[in-house]
């Protein structure tokens, strides 16, 4: 019998190779890498000896505004630490795709920060790994045999697998 998609984990698909920012880096600094990395968004770190403290998330849209508040109402430059979004919202690793899926639908976002207890990085989430993980488990699904697919009964409960900060 194969498992059920509620067992799907975050650990088991997440993308351990997260592409980060410090808080010392300038708003030029994060757009140039954002660009070259062909990513709309980024994890800002604290960069410990053994982990990455998450400290919050910067996005294209808040380098939008500042940059437009920058032109049009002529404000200094600012510095990554004023336009970051602090303590985001995050997952844990024992967190399953389905509330993962509803976390990002109802805050539509397009990633998550996957973190343990005390807050470090361990991985990020995008759209794209939710889907490309819930298609191999449909097409894993319609090799059984009818009677041997599994139907999700998805139990309601208070689920603290994700993190507000």
Do not use: W
């Given at each position: ?9 975050a650990?088991d ?5 997260v592409k980060?920012?410090?808080?010392e880096?300038s ?10 990395n ?8 604290h960069?410990?000896?053994?982990s990455k403290?998450?400290i919050?998330?910067i996005s294209?849209?808040?380098c ?6 920058q032109?049009f109402?002529?404000?200094p430059?600012?510095?990554i630490?004023d336009i ?7 997952i844990?690793p ?10 990002m639908?109802s805050n539509k ?10 807050y470090?990085?361990l ?6 790994d939710?889907?490309v993980?819930?298609?191999h ?14 139907t999700?009964?998805y139990?309601?409960?208070v ?7």
């Amino acid at each position: 019998m194969m498992k059920d998609i509620s067992s799907i984990k975050a650990i088991d698909f997440m993308n351990k190779n997260v592409k980060t920012l410090n808080r010392e880096c300038s708003l030029i600094e994060v757009i140039a890498f954002l660009s070259s990395n062909s990513i709309s968004s980024a994890p800002i770190v604290h960069d410990l000896k053994a982990s990455k403290r998450l400290i919050g998330f910067i996005s294209e849209l808040e380098c939008i505004h500042a940059l437009a508040n920058q032109q049009f109402y002529a404000l200094p430059s600012k510095s990554i630490a004023d336009i970051l979004r602090i303590h985001p919202i995050a997952i844990a690793p024992s967190a399953d795709i389905l509330d993962i899926f509803m976390v990002m639908k109802s805050n539509k976002f397009r990633q998550l920060p996957v973190v343990d207890e005390k807050y470090n990085l361990l991985g990020i989430i995008s759209r794209h790994d939710i889907l490309v993980t819930l298609k191999h488990h449909y097409e894993d699904q319609l090799k059984l045999p009818l009677e041997e697919r599994n139907t999700l009964v998805y139990p309601t409960k208070v689920n603290t697998d994700i993190i507000i900060g």
